[in-house]
């Protein structure tokens, strides 16, 4: 697994789906910060960004694909 960061989430959930798996979202409920910083830096922001942009182009190049040779 490449992803870095919380963006591995994303990346195990979207592998999960292209194998045939259900994935469903568990809804959780965070208490706000009351003081301290974020955890997430703006690398780990622009990867998120960027590998889930990539994998949705990625996606569609694909059914593209299909569909011209169906």
Not at 16 to 34: D, L, S
């Amino acid at each position: 697994m490449a992803s870095q960061g919380y963006c591995f989430q994303v990346d195990l959930a979207n592998r999960a789906v292209r194998a045939g798996y259900h994935v469903v979202e568990v809804p959780i409920t965070f208490v706000e910060r009351v003081r301290g910083n974020s955890k997430m830096s703006r690398d780990i922001m622009v990867e998120a960004l960027w590998r889930v942009t990539a994998w949705g182009v990625e996606g569609r190049v694909k059914r593209a694909l299909d569909r011209r040779h169906t």
